[in-house]
């Protein structure tokens, strides 16, 4: 499926806004306070968490053809129509609205494997490309863990955002070499 640049940004505001809509409406019914403070230290902790994940996706990606595939398309997908200025949204929306959803409200009230399980189910569009899902699932894990350490929802917020952009800046590299 091809996307004009404008269906891409379309859609990835709009996931944003019912991401966040329902985080806040699960949030308000469930009473779930969101842990969420500014500090050096989580932000640097985020900037390492991302830089880890973004590493060892290059080494999945490497070692995985399947989801070295399933990537490629998904990306293209994505990234394709998009200009480097677009990237900017990439990973600010999800990396805002996911991670509220999933590691703010979902984690809390029902815990790891669940909420990572279905963040990786948010990320298939199509299940020939469950290796992409999976690895998403993996992320989730590794991005709620590092929330349950911290206790501190910038963590993998900052993680996430900046997983995102490395992926948009690594891509088309990655890609001309396979």
Request: glycine content about 6%; hydrophobic content about 60%; overall charge neutral.
């Amino acid at each position: 499926m091809i996307l004009s640049r404008s269906q891409v940004l379309l859609v990835l505001a709009l996931t944003a806004l019912v991401l966040l809509l329902v985080a806040q409406i699960w949030r308000t019914l469930a009473q779930i306070d969101l842990a969420i403070a500014f500090s050096w230290t989580a932000l640097l902790q985020g900037v390492g968490v991302g830089v880890a994940i973004s590493l060892l996706s290059l080494l999945v990606y490497q070692l995985w053809p399947a989801y070295r595939e399933s990537a490629i398309q998904y990306m293209e997908m994505v990234l394709a129509p998009l200009s480097r200025l677009d990237y900017l949204w990439l990973g600010l929306l999800p990396g805002l609205s996911e991670e509220l959803l999933f590691r703010g409200v979902a984690l809390p009230a029902i815990g790891l494997v669940a909420s990572s399980v279905l963040f990786g189910l948010l990320h298939i569009w199509d299940w020939r490309h469950w290796p992409y899902a999976l690895w998403a699932t993996l992320i989730g894990l590794l991005l709620g863990g590092a929330m349950l350490v911290t206790g501190n929802l910038l963590v993998p917020v900052v993680a996430h955002i900046l997983i995102n952009w490395l992926s948009c800046l690594l891509w088309p590299k990655l890609v001309r070499q396979t």
